[in-house]
Every structure is written in C-alpha cells, then in structure tokens.
C-alpha cells in the first residue's frame, strides 16, 4: 500500500506563485510515475500533469502550459509542482497520484492512477 501526502497548498493573488509537494511512502518500490489532478466545485477531476520516475518525462497540460514545472526527487519518492502567474480559474484542490506499473497509454486521466493523497487547497484572487 502507498499513502501519498501533499503540502504547499494555500491562498495566493492572481499573479502568484505557489510550490506544491507530494511525499510517497509505504510500497513505492513500483513507481512508474506520479501526477497531479486538480478539482474545482463542481467539476470533474482534471488532469494538470506527470512525471516519469525513472527518465523524468513530464507532461503539462495545455490549461497550464507555460506557467508550471513539475519535478521529481526520487531519493526521496517526492514530486513538486511549481506553478506561476497563477490565475482565479486555478482555484481547485490539487491531487497527487501515483501509478505503479508502466503503461503505454497516456497517464491523464483519473482511472491510469493506483493511489491518490487527500488533496490540498489552492484559492487564488482576484
């Protein structure tokens, strides 16, 4: 079983930046690759990006494009995710997941994932 834990959440303005962190533990000797989801009212989960543990391949998505980085520390089985010029419509909670076994199919969607953390606010203002 793998517990994933996000921090780094919390209030910013419309311009901002933020740094969220997802910690990895339990069995994460198979990890294929981690990625966030983010879920506003009302809405369904989206996907924002991954990362490829073992080449660090990243995918951003196009909503994002240009405004995040996502990276990888594997010594200590741990993503980030920068984000800048932060918009209101980035307003969300931002998930990590975790896939444990390769795939060759696109990891964008909610069901390519074994294992999520809870989640942390983002609120960005006007």
């Known amino acids: 079983q793998v517990q994933l834990v996000e921090s780094g959440g919390g209030f910013v303005q419309a311009g901002g930046s933020l740094r969220l962190s997802c910690v990895a533990s339990g069995r994460t000797f198979w990890n294929y690759a981690m990625g966030w989801f983010r879920q506003a009212p009302g809405k369904e989960r989206e996907f924002v990006a991954v990362v490829y543990m073992d080449k660090g391949v990243t995918r951003n998505a196009d909503s994002m494009k240009g405004r995040l980085t996502i990276s990888r520390d594997n010594a200590k089985n741990t993503v980030y995710l920068q984000m800048n010029s932060l918009k209101p419509e980035d307003t969300a909670v931002y998930f990590c997941?975790?896939?444990?076994?390769?795939?060759?199919?696109?990891?964008?969607?909610?069901?390519?994932?074994?294992?999520w953390g809870q989640g942390t606010q983002v609120t960005v203002s006007e």
């Open positions: 997941a975790l896939r444990s076994r390769a795939s060759v199919l696109p990891l964008t969607t909610p069901q390519m994932y074994d294992s």
